[in-house]
Every structure is written in structure tokens, then in C-alpha cells.
């Protein structure tokens, strides 16, 4: 067993009966293949939740700062997690990003940049779109829906894969895929809540 598996079931065990957790359109997942996993962000649990309810390891970018607070650092390296400088357009941080993707896997990705302190859906950023123009990824919506209260129940939702192939073939801006994105988004959050 991995740590990321250990720590998985041990932040289920917590989590899940804590918040009520239900995941919603699993059937919706790829089973191979890269994943861009985009999600919106109302709390900062997010990461936590969309990860131990996705049912493949889930890599994130964090920002550089946790990676520096001794046993913290450690533990969300172990847990898939990468170091990106906020404020900066990283260029070692969207690398390792194409990379996760290239190779295969899961980057969880909050497109709005920062949590929303108002839980609506905020102003996606051009990163997301970045991330689905310059990978052959599929591009899976995620909602998270509900309040974050003991015993209340929690959502979390996740699309279909967004067909990006037109929108790659017409040399669509980043903005624009993130736009499309964000509308997949926020279609879950109406549909679910």
C-alpha cells in the first residue's frame, strides 16, 4: 500500500461520515488516460474531498509556501501534491502539470485560482484551458455542492468528459476553453444542488 492510499483511507474514514460525502457520476470517469479534473472551490477542504472520492490518485499544485512547513511539506508531497509559486507564471509548475497529464494521470485543478468566499462560482483563470489545449487529456467537470457542517450532506459531482476536439482543431484561446469549462461547472452545481 502506497502512503497516498494509507493517508486516503485514513482522511475517508474522517471525512466521509463527517460531511456526508456522496459522490455523484463516477460512471463519468475515464478509467485511463490523462485527466484534467476541474473543479470549483468553496472551501478549503476542496482538495481533500475531490481527491478521496475520485476513484483514481489525484496529483494537485500547492502553493510553494506548505512545502516549506516541516511534517506538512512531507506528508502533501507523498500525497501527490507539487510545489507552484502564486504570482508568477511558473513555468516548472505547468511542466510538471503537462507532465502528470502526459503520463497518464489525474491533475485536480480549481480553475477560479482561489477559494470563493461567497460559495458562488467565481471567474475561471486561463490556466485550465491552458492545461486542455496543450494535452491530448480528458477534461472532466467536478461540482462540489453543499455546506461544509457536520452531518450535513456533501456532493461532490462529477461530468462528462468535455469534448474539446473542435474547439483544439480552431485553435481556441485558453480563455475560451476555460470559459466552456466553467459553464460545465456551474450546469453541475444548478442540476445538483
Known amino acids: 500500500m502506497t502512503f497516498y492510499d494509507f493517508a ?10 463527517l460531511y456526508r460525502v456522496e459522490a455523484i457520476g463516477l460512471g463519468n470517469f475515464p478509467k485511463e488516460g490523462g485527466v484534467l479534473l476541474c473543479s470549483n472551490h ?3 477542504f476542496d482538495p481533500i474531498i475531490v ?31 507539487f510545489p507552484v509559486k502564486r504570482g508568477f507564471n511558473d513555468r516548472e509548475a505547468l511542466r510538471t502539470g503537462l507532465k502528470i497529464l502526459k503520463d497518464g494521470h489525474v491533475f485536480g485543478l480549481f480553475p477560479e485560482g482561489t477559494r470563493s468566499k461567497t460559495g458562488e ?14 494535452s491530448t487529456a480528458s477534461v472532466v467537470p467536478c461540482a462540489v455542492i453543499g455546506p461544509y457542517k457536520s452531518f450535513r450532506k456533501l456532493k461532490v459531482v462529477y461530468g462528462q468528459p468535455i469534448d474539446l476536439e473542435e474547439m483544439r ?24 444542488q
Open 8 to 17: 486516503k483511507s485514513v482522511v475517508t474514514g474522517v471525512f466521509k461520515p
Open 42 to 44: 468553496i472551501h478549503n
Open 51 to 81: 481527491g478521496i472520492m475520485a476513484p483514481r490518485p489525484v496529483h494537485y499544485m500547492a502553493k510553494e509556501e506548505i512545502f516549506n512547513v516541516p511534517v506538512l511539506g512531507n506528508i502533501v508531497r507523498k500525497c501527490n501534491a
Open 121 to 134: 462560482l467565481g471567474k475561471g483563470l486561463s490556466g485550465a484551458g491552458f492545461f486542455a489545449l496543450r
Open 169 to 192: 482543431k480552431e485553435k481556441a484561446s485558453a480563455e475560451q476553453v476555460t470559459e466552456l469549462i466553467m459553464s460545465k461547472i456551474e450546469k453541475l452545481i444548478k442540476e445538483h
